[in-house]
């Protein structure tokens, strides 16, 4: 079948480099002579038919802008499925979806699509794929570089720059003011955005997912080491789905119990919000009624005073740098090379410096922080060395 209609969508959270995959299509195909039409809302766009032309000629070096040009949703096509126990029954409803969307490609006037989204996005497409083989590919996309199938996603590495250079800023007002700064950073089931943003800037106690933290062990003595060692200020990185050990949960904590996880709002994909725990201000709470921490502050004449600072949505937020920019562009013309060599239920990828592809079923699984590399070895060393080389 010879491909004539491409259609793109972008799913899920934006991140930074997402035009540059649709211009990077866009070039392709246009070389190809093929046409594109944009997918508004993600998979929400997908099911309703909402769509635009996309015209290369109206817009020249899309790759250089936020966002996304086509708007995006976190829909779910296959939420009905979600609450079925039965494999068996889950499967027959997976697949009576799958038909149903597969009949929206002759609706749409396509003949193959590109869908770019992290591992919910692209776990429908997979979900589409399996059941219907479908002529769908895929580009993985998410701040939180937490996909396996690829070495960096693009928009992580803007993202981790703009959080770090938050970081710098508010390392002047913290030593200004000889505060202790928690700084909330995007990373709902993993760290990289935290560890690497954190490592960067100094932070002086990184908390990730991939460990639960001791609250006393990793947050409170380490601040009381640090005070005696001749600190002033502290900045504490922590990722937005950081969590206490389960010793921390039953004899540290009183704001914050497991009752309190478990009970957190779900989305369309089944993902605890974990932006609803607040996990930052509830540090503060945590620190501010220790009378022992605070004791240990006034000894060393400072005040134990505590804010909370969550970036949220202003790490997707601003034009991309240039590697998110070239890798964008590098993966929509890959995309469209899958398509053209009928590469389909597959994702592109990044391994070095080559881009690669690999399938769906392989690609769409969760990265996380590898706690045996350099880098967790780094995070240790940064808290550790840094006060006991000043006493």
């Known amino acids: 079948m010879t491909i004539k209609k491409i259609g793109i969508l972008t799913g899920g959270g934006d991140a930074p480099g997402l035009n ?35 015209n290369i000629a109206e817009q020249d070096d899309l790759h250089t802008k936020g966002g996304t040009l086509l708007y995006t949703s976190r829909t779910n096509p296959f939420k009905a499925t979600l609450g079925i126990e039965n494999e068996r029954e889950k499967e027959e409803k997976e697949k009576e979806i799958a038909q149903t969307m597969h009949q929206k490609f002759e609706e749409l006037g396509i003949d193959a699509l590109i869908a770019i989204g992290g591992d919910d996005t692209l776990g429908v497409a997979a979900t589409l794929f399996k059941h219907t083989n479908a002529k769908v590919v895929g580009c993985p996309k998410t701040i939180d570089n937490d996909i396996k199938g690829t070495d960096y996603t693009f928009g992580f590495w803007s993202g981790t720059q703009l959080a770090s250079n938050i970081l710098d800023n508010l390392t002047t007002t913290a030593r200004s003011h000889q505060r202790v700064f928690i700084v909330e950073i995007f990373g709902r089931d993993t760290g990289f955005l935290t560890l690497y943003s954190g490592l960067s800037a100094g932070a002086d106690i990184i908390l990730i997912p991939e460990k639960a933290f001791d609250f006393n062990k990793d947050i409170v003595n380490v601040l009381k080491e640090r005070v005696n060692a001749g600190y002033k200020y502290h900045i504490i990185a922590c990722a937005e789905g950081a969590y206490p050990s389960k010793n921390s949960l039953e004899n540290q904590l009183t704001t914050i119990s497991q009752e309190t996880l478990d009970n957190l709002p779900k989305d369309p994909f089944g993902n605890p919000k974990l932006n609803y725990l607040n996990i930052s201000e509830l540090l503060v709470e945590e620190l501010r009624s220790r009378m022992d921490l605070k004791e240990e502050f006034r000894k060393n004449d400072t005040e134990l005073e505590i804010r909370s600072v969550v970036l949220g949505h202003t790490m997707r937020a601003g034009t991309p740098n240039a590697f998110d920019r070239i890798l964008g562009l590098r993966f929509g013309l890959a995309a469209v090379n899958l398509v053209l060599n009928g590469n389909f239920g597959e994702m592109v990828s990044l391994r070095g410096k080559e881009i690669k592809h690999l399938p769906f079923s392989e690609g769409v699984k969760k990265s996380y922080v590898d706690e045996d590399k350099d880098l967790m070895e780094l995070r240790e060393l940064l808290v550790k060395i840094r006060y006991l080389s000043k006493k």
């Open 20 to 54: 540059g995959v649709i211009y990077g299509t866009m070039l392709k195909a246009y070389d190809s002579n093929i046409e594109c039409v944009g997918i508004e809302k993600g998979w929400k766009g997908f099911m309703e038919s909402l769509t635009i032309p996309l």
